[in-house]
């Protein structure tokens, strides 16, 4: 546990919206602050990005926001607008996974309506070949199912430098600004993959559905939720023993459901349809595919 939980703990239990304590007090809640505390206005800044201020994070996530008076030696905390607008907490919002943020694309695509959700005003999300969606749409689709309520506009903001293009992003997906032209990125190609689709646009639209915005986070979060780590399906190799954490860049996600023959234009794919391989049993699996064809 952190040792400025407590201090958050002390401001989840207080009724009042504006709470002033000493730092001689938050010294006995959190056994001491460090010197930079006192030295440095920096300290109690609101942090709302993924950097070491755990403290500030801490006071965010319980509906504070903080500024100091140093000379004085007294921190003034106030509930956060955003809890007063009924915005979420940030250790919430952050229960969105890759997954989720997947699957909601793909509810959007095929036509689900995002009930309550504007059209976006000043960014685009990036889906399959080049369809834009709202950004606020997607995330508020992946946060109801994440979070398992109704989760409406005013529950969270959108735009950068939020959690909501945060974890966008880390799902895999590009955002854009509105008047940004979209440009379909081209298929990085390999010696051997160039081979295999050579006058073969079905081999072709095989590897871009592998290669889909997002897909491979999907799979490699519901995989590890269900087996608690990444192997491959094929050869049963644990590239984590091996390598450590890195080892997981060894995994790749394979279409497998699907053959390439019954593939059509606007299908679309589903996580049990594929499958995570090493990188060796993929390559394998690809040859094999080129030979069938």
């Not at 295999?196 to 646009?201: D, L």
């Not at 459901?257 to 349809?273: D, P, R, V, W, Y």
Request: some cysteine; overall charge neutral.
């Amino acid at each position: 546990m952190s040792k400025y939980a407590p201090l958050a703990e002390f401001l989840r239990r207080q009724s009042a919206n504006v709470v002033e304590i000493t730092f001689q007090e938050i010294d006995r809640l959190v056994g001491g602050l460090p010197p930079s505390a006192r030295d440095h206005d920096a300290w109690w800044a609101n942090s709302r990005s993924r950097d070491s201020h755990t403290w500030a994070h801490l006071w965010i996530a319980a509906g504070w926001e903080c500024t100091a008076d140093r000379q004085r030696a007294i921190a003034v905390f106030r509930r956060s607008n955003e809890v007063a607008l009924g915005r979420l907490p940030l250790n919430d919002l952050r229960k969105v996974t890759s997954e989720h943020i997947w699957s909601a694309v793909q509810a959007l695509l095929i036509g689900q309506a995002a009930d309550g959700y504007a059209p976006s005003t000043d960014y685009d999300l990036i889906a399959d070949d080049g369809v834009r969606l709202a950004p606020k749409q997607v995330f508020g689709l992946a946060a109801t199912s994440a979070l398992g309520f109704k989760v409406t506009p005013a529950h969270f903001t959108a735009g950068r430098d939020t959690v909501c293009f945060e974890l966008l992003e880390e799902a895999g997906y590009r955002i854009i600004a509105k008047k940004e032209e979209v440009s379909v990125l081209a298929l990085p190609l390999e010696a051997e993959e160039r081979h295999w689709v050579e006058g073969s646009p079905r081999l072709v639209f095989h590897l871009r559905r592998e290669r889909a915005p997002g897909l491979s986070k999907a799979k490699k979060t519901a995989f590890i939720r269900k087996h608690g780590k990444l192997f491959c399906e094929k050869c049963f190799l644990d590239p984590a023993e091996l390598y450590g954490d890195v080892g997981e860049a060894c995994i790749e996600v394979h279409h497998h459901s699907t053959q390439i023959a019954e593939m059509k234009e606007g299908h679309m794919t589903n996580l049990e349809h594929l499958q995570c391989l090493c990188a060796n049993c993929h390559r394998v699996e690809h040859r094999q595919l080129r030979q069938a064809s």
